[in-house]
Nanobody, 122 residues
Framework: VQLQASGGGLVQAGGSLRLSCAAS????????MGWFRQAPGKEREFVAA???????YYADSVKGRFTTSRDNAKNTVYLQMNSLKPEDTAVYYC?????????????????WGQGTQVTVSS
């Protein structure tokens, strides 16, 4: 399975972006699809996830500002990011987990996209 993330870019603080992550195939029903990010000099961190039952999970830092959703017909998951802050600047990665587990943990995920840069200017 290959994941293609897109939608990143440069935006001013307070602005919005929508990231997309398209899967190349759907040979299995994923347990969850997640979003992680990595800022310069920092470790990659959990941002959001949506599981097979459409339950959503968010990091405290993005709760109320970011929304994840999916379109099964298009094999695509989205991350709508509103009220962006400079501290949201990072490379954003999408990932797919095949097995049940804790969606906030990186090791759960089996496939990763290449990442898309999000830069928020102050």
């Amino acid at each position: 399975v290959q994941l293609q993330a897109s939608g990143g870019g440069l935006v001013q603080a307070g602005g919005s972006l929508r990231l997309s992550c398209a899967a190349s195939e759907r040979t299995f029903t994923p347990y969850a699809m997640g979003w992680f990010r990595q800022a310069p000099g920092k470790e990659r961190e959990f941002v959001a996830a949506i599981n097979w039952n459409d339950n959503t999970y968010y990091a405290d830092s993005v709760k109320g500002r970011f929304t994840t959703s999916r379109d099964n017909a298009k094999n695509t998951v989205y991350l709508q990011m509103n009220s962006l802050k400079p501290e949201d600047t990072a490379v954003y990665y999408c990932a797919v987990a095949k097995r049940w587990g804790v969606v906030t943990i990186e090791s759960l995920y089996d496939y990763w996209g290449q990442g898309t840069q999000v830069t928020v200017s102050s």
